[in-house]
C-alpha cells in the first residue's frame, strides 16, 4: 500500500505538471542575492509572487539558483517527501512512540495526502524544514547542550517560530530560550552584514507588509484573521481581528505553559498559526505531531477525526472564486475555516484543562485531606507532567 500511495502521488504531481510556485519565489531570490539586485524589488510566476522572507533566508537560497527549473522541482518534491518521513519520525518521538522504519515509511505515504502536507509538495514549500528544526529541537532532553540553535535558526528563515522562544521563557526553561535568542539574532545579523540595504529594507519596511503576500480574507488562509474577514464578510477587519487575536494569543500561551509539556508545544504551535496575518493551509502541517499524540494518549478517535479534517480540503468546496470568499453563508463558514475552527477548539481545550488543574490544586504548604478532590493517582499524574485522563479533560477535548 505504501508503494501505492506514493506512486500515486507520483504519478498525480507529474500529470498536474505542478508549477511549484513557492520554490521558484526561493530559487528567485537566490539568484538575486547572487546578482547584488533588489531582493524585494521582483516578482515572478504568473501570480506575481513576491520575496517575502528575511535576507538570511534568501543567502540560503543561492544554491537554488544554480538548479535548472526542471531540477528544482524534482529536488524540492524528493527533499520534502524525505523530511516529511523524518517529521513522521520526529513526532513519534515527540510522542514517546516506538516505530519500525517500514512504520514510518507507511505513515509517510498516508501523511502525503493530507492536505498540508500535499499542499507543502505542490507549492514547493519548506514548511517541513521548518517543523522539522523546531521539532527536533523542542524535543531535546532539557538541559542539553545546543538547545535552542535550531529554533531560533527557524525563527530566522521564517519569523513565525520565534513565538516558541516565548514558551520556552514561560515554561522556565531559560537556558534554551536565550540560545534561541541568540541564534536567532544571530541570522539577522548575519543578514544584515552581507545584504545591508536589503536588511534595512526588511525589517523597517517589508516585515509590515503582509498584503504582499496576498489577501488575507480568501479560504487559502487559515489564521484568524481570514476567518473573522469571512464570518463578518469584511476584508476591512483589522481591529476586530486584532481583538481576537490578542484574547486567543494570550490564553494560548498562558495555556501552554499550565498543560504538559507535549501538549504545551502543539498549543504554542496552533496559537502561533491562528494570531499570525496569514496561515496559509500548508502552513498547517504541525497536523502530524498533533495526531501523533493523540494516537500516543490512546485518543484514537479523536486522531482519526483529525486526520479526517485535514484531508478533507472542505475549503476548496465552498465558492472560492473571486470574492466569494467574503460571501459565505453561516452553514460554509465551518468548511471555509476547518483548521482554524480546529485550532480554536484545541485552544480553548487547554485552557479548560488548565483551569481546572488550577482550581483542582492545593495551595502551596497546604495538605489535602482525605476527602480532597485530587486523588493520590491524579496527583501522581500531575507531578510527572504526563495527561491524566477521566479525571481531568485534556486539551484535546476528549
Known amino acids: 500500500m505504501s508503494f501505492v500511495s506514493l506512486a500515486a502521488f507520483a504519478a498525480l504531481c507529474a500529470g498536474l505538471r505542478i508549477p511549484m510556485a513557492d520554490a521558484l519565489v526561493y530559487r ?20 506575481q509572487l513576491p520575496a517575502t ?17 526542471p531540477g528544482l522541482k524534482v529536488a524540492f518534491l524528493a527533499g520534502n517527501a524525505v523530511l516529511l518521513a523524518v517529521l513522521v519520525r520526529l ?5 514517546g512512540i516506538t516505530v519500525r522504519t517500514e ?17 507543502t509538495l505542490v507549492f514547493g514549500q519548506i514548511n517541513l524544514v521548518i517543523a522539522c528544526l523546531v521539532l527536533w529541537d523542542l524535543s531535546r532532553p532539557k538541559g542539553v547542550s545546543g538547545s535552542g540553535v535550531a529554533l531560533g535558526i527557524a525563527a530566522g528563515i521564517k519569523l513565525t517560530p520565534a513565538v516558541f522562544i516565548i514558551f520556552l521563557f514561560l515554561t522556565g526553561r ?10 536567532f539574532a544571530a541570522t539577522a545579523l548575519l543578514g544584515a552584514l552581507a545584504l545591508p540595504s536589503a536588511s534595512v529594507d526588511f525589517w523597517t519596511r517589508r516585515i509590515f507588509e503582509t498584503g504582499r503576500v496576498g489577501k488575507a480574507w480568501i479560504v487559502d488562509n487559515q489564521s484568524l484573521q481570514g476567518l473573522v474577514a469571512r464570518v463578518l464578510h469584511d476584508p476591512q477587519s483589522g481591529g476586530v481581528w486584532a481583538a481576537v487575536a490578542v484574547l486567543t494569543g494570550g490564553a494560548g500561551l498562558w495555556a501552554a505553559r499550565k498543560v504538559p509539556y507535549r501538549w504545551g508545544v502543539l498549543v504554542t504551535a496552533v496559537t502561533a498559526l491562528l494570531v499570525s496575518p ?15 499524540v493523540l494516537v500516543r494518549e490512546g485518543r484514537v478517535r479523536i486522531a482519526w477525526a483529525v486526520a479526517a479534517v485535514f484531508a478533507a480540503r472542505t475549503m476548496w468546496l465552498v465558492p472560492h472564486q473571486g470574492d466569494l470568499d467574503l460571501r459565505l453563508p453561516w452553514w460554509q463558514q465551518v468548511l471555509a475555516a476547518p483548521y482554524a475552527w480546529l485550532g480554536l477548539v484545541l485552544v480553548g481545550c487547554a485552557v479548560a484543562y488548565a483551569g481546572r488543574r488550577r482550581r483542582l490544586t492545593p495551595a502551596p504548604g497546604l495538605r489535602p485531606g482525605p476527602r480532597s478532590s485530587i486523588s493520590p493517582k491524579l496527583s ?19
Request: net charge neutral; glycine share 6%.
Open 28 to 47: 528567485a531570490e537566490g539568484a538575486a542575492v547572487a546578482a547584488g539586485t533588489d531582493l524585494y524589488g521582483f516578482t515572478v510566476t504568473r501570480w
Open 53 to 69: 522572507y528575511p535576507p538570511f533566508a534568501a543567502i540560503l537560497f543561492v544554491p537554488l539558483s544554480w538548479l535548472p527549473v
Open 91 to 95: 513526532s513519534c518521538r515527540f510522542a
Open 103 to 119: 512504520t514510518v515509511v507507511a505513515v509517510t505515504a498516508a501523511a502525503l495526502w493530507l492536505e498540508p502536507v500535499f499542499q
Open 174 to 183: 531559560v537556558r534554551a530560550a536565550t540560545t534561541a535568542l541568540a541564534a
Open 278 to 292: 496569514i496561515s496559509w493551509s500548508h502552513h498547517w502541517v504541525w497536523c502530524v505531531p498533533l495526531i501523533a
Open 380 to 398: 501522581a499524574s500531575l507531578e510527572q507532567g504526563g495527561p491524566p485522563r477521566r479525571a481531568i479533560n485534556s486539551p484535546s477535548g476528549d
